[in-house]
């Protein structure tokens, strides 16, 4: 088992940034890559960023690239999302996720509001 914890969501004015993290705990040897979706009002969830186990490969959707940041230190067993130029579209609920090889895992998430 696999459990993870956000944390850093908040209220932030557009323009604005925000830092989550999220700490794996339980047999975190067994995680591959790791990764941050989201869940705007009213919307289905998406992913928005994902890391490879050691770091060296990230991918982002296009609606966050160039203003959000994925990052993970292993031995914290922690990933990262940095957030610039917060939008109020980036206004969602943001669930931390982790692939094992036997299934993938979700945090509770952690709320990100961004007003206009």
């Known amino acids: 088992q696999v459990h993870l914890v956000e944390s850093g969501g908040g209220l932030v004015q557009a323009g604005g940034s925000l830092r989550l993290s999220c700490a794996a705990s339980?047999?975190?040897?067994?995680?591959?890559?790791m990764g941050w979706g989201r869940q705007p009002p009213g919307k289905q969830r998406e992913l928005v960023a994902s890391?490879?186990?050691?770091?060296?490969?990230?991918r982002y959707d296009d609606s966050v690239k160039g203003r959000f940041t994925i990052s993970r230190d292993n031995a914290k067993n922690t990933v990262y999302l940095q957030m610039n130029s917060l939008k109020p579209e980036d206004t969602a609920v943001y669930y931390c996720?982790?692939?094992?090889?036997?299934?993938?895992?979700w945090g509770q998430g952690t709320q990100v509001t961004v007003s206009s």
């Open positions: 996720t982790a692939t094992t090889t036997w299934r993938d895992y």
């Open positions: 339980g047999i975190p040897d067994s995680i591959n890559a």
């Open positions: 890391i490879s186990k050691s770091g060296g490969s990230t």
